[in-house]
Every structure is written in C-alpha cells, then in structure tokens.
C-alpha cells in the first residue's frame, strides 16, 4: 500500500504544481501579459519625456527671450509689424 501511496502523492503535487504554474498567482500568461503591459507604459513614458523636454525647451525660450514671444504672435494671433505686408501661401 505505501508502496503505491507515494507515486500517487508526488503525482498529485506534481499536478497541483502544474496548476499554479498555469492558472494561478503569478502564471506564465499573466506574466505575459504584466510584460506587454510594462512595455506600452514604457513607451507612453519615453513620449512624455520627449513631449516634456519640448515644453521645458519652450519654456526656456519664452523666459530668455522676446523672439519666441514673437513667433508664436505671428504663428497664433496673425501679429504683423508696422510697415509690414503680411502674405499667406495656401496649400
């Protein structure tokens, strides 16, 4: 009787085993999916590091400057200098 009492045991662990492996607490498709997951977000955070290293560049030309105030008058509001003749190319 014991003799079949402890393949039958290590069987069962083995199958108990196999089951978390699959379908439990930190399984190999939740794994997966917790991977690709982690990917995209480190991809959404890569473009907010570029778009925010492009606002601070605004930034910093805003604070050093008039000339971008004046670009983005120009650009934005349609700002035209006195004695200007102001011309717009449609494409």
């Known amino acids: 009787m014991a003799n079949r009492l402890i393949p039958g045991l290590l069987v069962a662990l083995l199958l108990v085993l196999h089951a978390q ?22 991809e959404a955070n890569e ?10 560049s605004e930034l ?7 000339e971008m105030v004046e670009e983005l008058a120009r650009q934005d509001l349609g ?7 102001f011309v717009q190319i449609a494409r």
Do not use: T
């Open 21 to 42: 492996l699959w379908f439990g607490r930190g399984s190999v498709p939740q794994v997966a999916q917790l991977r690709r997951d982690l990917a995209a977000q480190q």
């Open 47 to 56: 473009l907010a590091r570029q778009r925010n290293a492009q606002v601070a």
């Open 60 to 66: 910093r030309d805003l604070q050093e400057g008039l």
């Open 79 to 85: 700002m035209v200098k006195p004695n200007e003749i």
